[in-house]
């Protein structure tokens, strides 16, 4: 575990619960049988794109893939209430010093075969497996992607699947023609009276605190707008009726002003708009699509916008850091740093929150088998990005309604970002439930 002391000691302020999980999600973790076993009973991996794009699941095992996931654990959680994804070491085309471990049905994290952190899985509920009216599983229209945030796609296709087009890391660009086809189960465009099911059937099993509605972007963004409207307005109508405290919010381009109003009339309480990477000279080369059909600028004012109508830490901005150094355009991990900062505090500056997801070898993706910058890259970045939403106040408040936002602790499992509320932000101290060197 020396390396995880070495990390521990170049970055005091950060809790080693942060530095663990931050290097996990850049390693991986190694794949072992226990993850199948896990993976009968734990919140399963879900694929919700071209079936195509998860062979390195399927190669496994013929039965792991299944229509709407992949029998291995999609999360674990530390002591603390944080969460990581489970990356497998095959996709991260390296193999990880990283394994779980089991003893007597407890769970821990190991480095290099030594114990380093207990884990627990979320079990599967069993409404993920209930059946719609026309006789799929739930899970065919939301998945669990937290222990309590539903995650849906309304639109399960992207108009940007052409090669000029591509979002560069992005797995659902390069699959586009095969869904814009449908496979016979799942719905291209989501009914939302199959949305209000799977939320109050998923209302009648747990607390959920988060709704989030994503997927591909359209060309005619009133079109785009409206089909997230519909969907939310029958998952509002759910909210209401059931007194449920649960943020909805639409990820999707960045609309104009109707579109806005539009989600604003549905019940839709956060907006998020990824510019995905900040730097304006890589929008060309990274979100070529985004460029040429929107616009950075045009992207940044709608940002702005969506602060007027849903207000100041309501609305979302996400990059995907590392992704500036995996495009080869940064001459050095240091330029890349001061890049991803500049976006974060100019989110701050405008009342915009800033989310960031480390970049990973997404199958399927024009960048798959680039390798990406070190955990140090994104440990100063987490750090620092803490520090500016800090000086500007904008952590989200205690005492609004709804009263959770759509990221938190439990729900940042590609990212250290809402760990640093949880854990430093609010003055809670951290559980130091990592086992010493």
């Keep these: 575990m020396r390396r995880i002391d070495e990390l521990c000691a170049k970055f005091p302020e950060i809790p080693r619960s942060i530095v663990i999980k931050t290097d996990l999600l850049t390693e991986g973790v190694r794949f072992t049988p226990l993850a199948l076993e896990i993976g009968k009973w734990a919140v399963p991996e879900f694929l919700p794109w071209d079936r195509e794009v998860h062979k390195g699941y399927a190669a496994i095992g013929s039965d792991l893939v299944s229509q709407d996931w992949a029998w291995l654990p999609h999360s674990m959680s530390f002591p603390g209430g944080i969460t990581a994804k489970v990356l497998y070491d ?108 799977c939320l109050a059937a998923a209302l009648d099993e747990m607390e959920l605190r988060h709704v989030t509605l994503t997927g591909g972007a359209l060309r005619d963004q009133r079109k785009e707008a409206e089909i997230h409207a519909q969907v939310s307005e029958h998952l509002a109508r759910v909210r209401d009726t059931r007194h449920a405290n649960l943020a909805i919010q639409v990820m999707s381009a960045a609309l104009d002003d109707d579109g806005l109003e ?80 500049e976006g974060v505090e100019w989110c701050a500056q405008n009342g915009v929150q800033s989310r960031t997801h480390i970049w990973c070898n997404t199958p399927g993706s024009l960048y798959e088998p680039r390798p990406g910058p070190p955990t140090e890259y994104f440990l100063t970045i987490s750090l620092e990005r803490h520090k500016i939403l800090q000086k500007y106040d904008m952590y989200f408040p205690a005492g609004a309604w709804p009263a959770y936002s759509s990221t938190c602790h439990r729900c940042g499992y590609l990212s250290a970002d809402s760990d640093f509320q949880w854990l430093l932000g609010t003055g809670q101290a951290e559980q130091r439930a990592a086992r010493p060197a």
């Design 262 to 341: 539009r989600l604003k009339e549905a019940g839709v309480d956060e907006v998020c708009f990824n510019m995905e990477v900040w730097e304006e000279r890589l929008w060309p080369e990274i979100v070529p699509g985004k460029n040429r059909h929107i616009g950075r600028d045009v992207w940044m004012q709608r940002l702005v916008n969506a602060v007027e109508v849903f207000g100041r830490g309501r609305v979302f901005c996400q990059f995907v850091i590392g992704v500036e150094m995996v495009s080869g355009r940064m001459a050095s991990h240091a330029e890349g740093i001061k890049s991803v900062l």
């Design 90 to 197: 095959f996709i991260r085309h390296h193999t990880s010093p990283y394994e779980m471990q089991a003893t007597d049905g407890e769970f821990c994290l190991a480095y290099e075969g030594e114990p380093l952190i207990d884990i627990t899985f979320e079990r599967r509920p069993q409404w993920l497996s209930r059946r719609l009216k026309d006789g799929r599983q739930m899970a065919s229209v939301f998945v669990l992607s937290s222990p309590d945030r539903l995650l849906g796609f309304p639109i399960r296709f992207c108009a940007y699947y052409q090669p000029e087009d591509i979002c560069r890391f992005c797995c659902l660009n390069p699959s586009g023609k095969n869904i814009a086809k449908g496979d016979g189960y799942h719905d291209v465009i989501m009914s939302g009276e199959a949305a209000a099911d």
